[in-house]
């Protein structure tokens, strides 16, 4: 579940996907250490530890023809949070900012391929089980877009078939047009679009049912589930990490992924197509959950308590939750119930030797918060 940041093109690098190979191996590779430096205790993996085949995805021709074109530091890549996908020969590229808002449209061809991944991408629907989002190609026009609801054209209205998409796609290319310069001379025509302010709660909704569902059936709070979905994926159901955690609750195959389908019985691990279906991924993630609550973390009595190490143990892995307090697991759940709530929040949100998970925490906490309200 770790994070991958990288740079924004153009004014928010700081907050975007464009990075260089050589900085994307860096971040991948110092968490991976970390994890591969714990125990397992008990039989439970390190919830979601990192994947070095993921770096896979990011490297040989897909990052070589993203140089060559584009030239260096302009890789955008597919994240959490982040849909990216290029069409026209890796020569045009969609970039959506779930967690920014922002869309991004931009090409090194003509204002026809521009306007065609306009409408592609106002038009895409929420099925990622047969896009390949390291290859050149349109992401097919569906009749029930996903961004249907977040993005509205010139006039305020929503845009939700082809006609509309055109005349929006028109109207942006003649009269929102910007160009930038690449270091390797080339020119850049973009469009930047912007999500409606409460985008978030938008996506959120399209999963309630899913939600509800699967908080019935493990009998997970759906304000948990929900806030776990924002701070791991935005709602992106493309979501991928340089970890190989798939969809929306980011599951990583061999590890959750392997334990949950043992867990219900079956062998081996789920597969791409299987953890970009939402509802597959979203039981995938609250059973999960329900294991950390019931087998992995089970002892600690307290249901405040019990919620905070879920939810730093669904990022760092149960392990290292409880060797917070003690390296026997015993001694673990022991100290964890001697103390109330609010201390074992501060403890894991201020001694965990992963600020990463440290702040994980803190977000999906916030973020819990406001979906107790949705309804």
């Known amino acids: 579940m770790c994070i991958s940041r990288v740079m924004f093109l153009q004014r928010s690098k700081s907050k975007t996907m464009k990075i260089t190979l050589k ?30 085949h993921g770096l896979d995805l990011l490297t040989g021709q897909f990052s070589q023809n993203i ?12 994240s959490r949070k982040d849909y990216v996908k290029y069409t026209d020969s890796y020569y045009t590229r969609s970039h959506i900012s779930f967690e920014e808002g922002q869309i991004n449209i931009e090409t090194l061809s003509d204002a026809n ?29 569906s009749s029930r877009p996903f961004l249907v609801g977040q993005v509205v054209n010139n006039f305020g209205q929503p845009i939700n078939n082809i006609s509309v998409a055109n005349a929006f796609a028109s109207y942006l290319i003649q009269n929102k047009l910007q160009q930038r310069r690449l270091s390797n001379g080339r020119t850049v025509q973009f469009v930047t679009i912007q999500m409606i302010a409460n985008h978030v709660n938008v996506r959120a909704r399209k999963y309630l049912p899913a939600v509800r569902k699967a908080s019935r059936q493990y009998g997970i709070d759906e304000s948990l589930i929900l806030g776990i979905m924002q701070t791991e994926s935005s709602f992106n159901p493309y979501a991928i990490s340089y970890a190989n955690a798939m969809g929306l609750m980011q599951v990583v195959p061999h590890t959750a992924g392997r334990d949950v389908f043992k867990m ?46 879920m939810i730093s143990a669904y990022n760092s892995g149960a392990g290292a939750v409880l060797r917070v307090f003690s390296r026997d697991r015993e001694e673990a759940i022991d100290a964890i119930n001697r103390m109330q709530p609010e201390q074992v929040y501060r403890i894991l949100t201020t ?25």
């Open 23 to 52: 900085k994307l191996i860096v971040l991948a590779i110092v968490p991976f250490l970390y994890a591969c430096s714990s125990n397992n205790e008990r039989g439970y993996d390190e919830s979601f530890a990192k994947d070095t």
């Open 67 to 78: 140089d060559q074109i584009w030239g260096v530091n302009e890789l955008l890549v597919a």
């Open 113 to 141: 391929r521009l306007h065609s991944a306009i409408v592609h991408t106002l038009l895409m629907g929420s099925d990622a089980k047969g896009i390949d989002l390291f290859a050149s190609g349109d992401t097919p026009i």
């Open 264 to 309: 219900k019985g079956l062998g081996g691990q789920p597969n791409k197509s299987y953890l970009f279906d939402p509802n597959k991924n979203i039981d995938a993630g609250v059973s999960y959950l329900w294991l950390l609550r019931n087998e992995y973390l089970a002892g600690i009595q307290n249901p405040t308590s019990m919620r905070y190490a």
């Open 351 to 375: 001694s965990h030797p992963s600020s990463q998970a440290r702040n994980y925490l803190l977000k999906v906490d916030k973020a819990q918060q406001s979906y107790r309200r949705l309804r």
